[in-house]
């Protein structure tokens, strides 16, 4: 069984930056595909970005790209995502994912992964 613990979440002014980490107990987290979500107010849980076993990475849209950055450290079972020009309508829990299959088709769906971490709050201040 897998366990994800996430950390690095607050309340931070627009603008500003955080860096969420994720870190995984069990299994073999370096052939996993790991990935972050998020999940606003009244809102479905929407993909972020994903980091596969091979080192592929995809994220949601380019405005994600341009500023979110998705990395794992395999020696230290942790994914981190690094967040910059944090906007007002980024503010949502945001959650890690594990897929134990290493699937790299379909990173964006959130049925494709078997593990899940119990988020952390993330609050951008206009």
């Known amino acids: 069984q897998v366990q994800l613990v996430e950390s690095g979440g607050g309340l931070v002014q627009a603008g500003g930056s955080l860096r969420l980490s994720c870190t995984a107990s069990?299994?073999?987290?370096?052939?996993?595909?790991m990935a972050w979500f998020r999940q606003a107010p009244e809102k479905g849980r929407e993909f972020v970005a994903a980091?596969?076993?091979?080192?592929?990475?995809?994220y949601d849209t380019n405005s994600i790209k341009a500023r979110f950055t998705i990395s794992r450290d395999n020696s230290k079972n942790t994914v981190y995502l690094q967040m910059t020009s944090l906007r007002p309508e980024d503010t949502a829990v945001y959650y890690c994912?594990?897929?134990?299959?290493?699937?790299?088709?379909?990173?964006?769906?959130?049925?494709?992964?078997?593990?899940w971490g119990q988020g952390t709050q993330v609050t951008v201040s206009s």
């Open positions: 994912a594990a897929d134990e299959h290493g699937g790299t088709a379909y990173t964006w769906a959130r049925e494709a992964y078997d593990y």
């Open positions: 069990g299994g073999t987290f370096s052939t996993y595909t």
């Open positions: 980091s596969t076993s091979s080192g592929g990475v995809t």
